[in-house]
């Protein structure tokens, strides 16, 4: 099966699976992971990359370690939105 996208959007969904440390294709294999009835997944096996809800929070497991770069990558991220968000940047 393909996907089509347009390139802006392909672009985005590049981006943004690299600060997650994914492909593209991996990516978005988990989102419509996430998306299937849980039986039905279960079913047909899983691919190891899954989301599940702990503690209220969804967690994106893959059963590979978190690149160090991630977790810099998104701390960074958060503070230049509490920043944006105290500074009244945010639109």
């Known amino acids: 099966m ?8 392909q672009a985005r969904l ?4 690299a600060r997650l440390g994914l492909s ?8 419509v992971e ?13 691919s190891g990359i899954q989301f599940r809800k702990e503690h209220g929070l969804w967690l994106f497991r893959t059963g590979e ?3 160090l770069s991630m977790i810099s ?3 960074q991220a ?3 939105e509490r920043e944006d968000h105290i500074l009244g940047h945010i639109a």
């Open 2 to 9: 393909g996907l089509q996208l347009k390139p802006e959007t």
């Open 14 to 17: 590049e981006a943004h699976a």
């Open 24 to 31: 593209a294709d991996k990516f978005v294999e988990a989102l």
């Open 34 to 46: 996430r998306e299937l009835p849980e039986a039905e997944s279960q079913a047909n096996g899983s």
């Open 65 to 67: 370690p978190m690149p």
């Open 73 to 75: 990558d998104t701390v």
């Open 78 to 80: 958060m503070r230049r």
